[in-house]
């Protein structure tokens, strides 16, 4: 079965430092790869998705992310992060023609003012 | 995204009670996806139903909870005879038609407290 692997569950960071969250995932066939993002009391939404063509991928509100598939990673990227960055991240996979999402267990960023 | 309603937001059930939860999809998505995230862990898939239809279970406990999703009327996550450990959030995707890859629109869960 494939799987999703979020290195840090906890991220603590100052306005303005760069971010990077770590995603690799277990399926070795084709794959579309998502970042979701749970801000405190809402539901979850779509930061960016890749599917095929430019591996870096640019989202909403800044963010950005790699696909590097000999390395089974898809990390997410921000330059510079706010204190409305504060949130739940979730990396998430699905494979083939399949609609189902496998998520890692998600990251929790905190960002201090 | 409003588009995706669950309810009830918040539910408090004793140990052997039932729970009922339920989501209407977006406007012209006929999937629903249900979704349970426990403390500290990931969103784990449980059923992916169309109306009228389960399409795929394979999330589901084998035990105390079934979906359904009615011609007519929200899709309904049901759990009977609660335990502590069915403490947790519940969410509710929708996407449009089988198949699509996309994004999956979630609702703002439910979450479900035993006592």
């Known amino acids: 079965a494939q799987s999703v692997s979020q290195h840090n569950h906890h991220v603590i960071l100052s306005e303005a430092a760069s971010l990077e969250l770590g995603c690799n995932y277990s399926?070795?066939?084709?794959?579309?790869l998502f970042w979701y993002v749970q801000y405190p009391g809402q539901h979850l939404q779509l930061l960016l998705k890749y599917f095929s063509g430019d591996p870096l991928v640019k989202g909403i509100k800044g963010f950005e992310a790699e696909f590097i598939k000999s390395k089974f990673s898809f990390n997410l990227r921000k330059p510079s992060v706010q204190w409305s960055d504060t949130a739940e991240y979730f990396c998430a996979v699905t494979h083939g023609g399949d609609s189902t999402l496998t998520f890692g267990k998600g990251t929790m960023l905190l960002v201090s003012p | 995204n409003a588009g995706v309603m669950q309810n009830p937001r918040h539910l408090v059930r004793r140990r052997g009670q039932e729970a009922r939860l339920r989501c209407s999809p977006m406007?012209?998505?006929?999937?629903v996806y249900w979704y349970r995230q426990l403390p500290e862990e990931g969103l784990k898939f449980m059923v992916y139903l169309q109306k009228e239809n389960i399409i795929d279970e394979s999330g589901m406990p084998k035990e105390r909870f079934s979906a359904e999703f009615p011609k007519e009327g929200p899709s309904i996550l049901r759990i009977q005879q609660v335990v502590r450990g069915d403490s947790a959030a519940y969410f509710c995707?929708?996407?449009?038609?089988?198949?699509?890859?996309?994004?999956?629109?979630f609702g703002e869960g439910s979450r479900l407290t035993v006592l």
């Open positions: 995707a929708s996407s449009p038609y089988r198949g699509h890859t996309g994004e999956l629109f």
């Open positions: 399926y070795g066939g084709t794959v579309n």
């Open positions: 406007k012209g998505h006929s999937h």
